[in-house]
T-cell receptor, first 111, second 112 residues
């Protein structure tokens, strides 16, 4: 069966520091991969999605970037965090767009 | 920009009552997905709808894909305390697109 792992679960980082969040999927090949951000009490904002290795589409301009170095690995990064980057970050995978399955999320607090 | 509007934004109901929430879009969808999110967790897929007019059930949950393909509703019958959470609709905004957009969410509180 397919599983998705996302880490770390929580992170506190100072303003201006770099960021790297990792997500891996097991049990499937060539999945669509997604990064979402959720502000407190709000809906999910699609940040990036990828349909294959090295293929990244960005939905909103921002201080973040994404990479997909391997088929089942999706990384969210920043060179210098801003206070406004705080939030709940969720990785998800799907086979096509008929579904998406989420990881447990990373709560990022930028201080 | 793309918008999926959910209503109501929040609901407070007594345990045992039925619940109805809906999702509307200004664009046509080919797939509607309904998710539930518990606090501090990732959303969990409840029901997926793939055809206009489709009515699908999952236990006490029933969802329908609107005939116009611009709306969907989710009903929960005989609510229980563990139904508490935020419910989201979602779907790919364009045919063949690989992005999945989420609605604004409905926060459900069940009073025992």
């Amino acid at each position: 069966s397919q599983t998705i792992h996302q880490w770390p679960a929580t992170l506190v980082q100072p303003v201006g520091s770099p960021l790297s969040l990792e997500c891996t999927v097991e049990g499937t090949s060539n999945p669509n991969l997604y990064w979402y951000r959720q502000a407190a009490g709000r809906g999910l904002q699609l940040l990036f999605y990828s349909v294959g290795i090295g293929q990244i589409s960005s939905e909103v301009p921002q201080n973040l970037s994404a990479s997909r170095p391997q088929d089942r690995q999706f990384i969210l990064s920043s060179k210098k965090l801003l206070l406004s980057d705080s939030g709940f970050y969720l990785c998800a995978w799907g086979e096509g767009v008929s579904e998406a399955f989420f990881g447990q999320g990373t709560r990022l607090t930028v201080v | 920009g793309q918008q999926l509007n959910q209503s109501p934004q929040s609901m407070f109901i007594q345990e045992g009552e039925d619940v109805s929430m809906n999702c509307t879009s200004s664009s046509i969808f080919n797939t509607w997905l309904w998710y539930k999110q518990d606090p501090g967790e990732g959303p969990v897929l409840l029901i997926a709808l793939y055809k206009a007019g489709e009515l699908t059930s999952n236990g006490r949950l029933t969802a329908q894909f609107g005939i116009t393909r611009k709306d969907s509703f989710l009903n929960i019958s005989a609510s229980i305390p563990s139904d508490v959470g935020i419910y989201f609709c979602a779907g790919p905004l364009q045919t063949g697109a690989n992005n999945l957009f989420f609605g604004t969410g409905t926060r459900l509180t069940v009073i025992p």
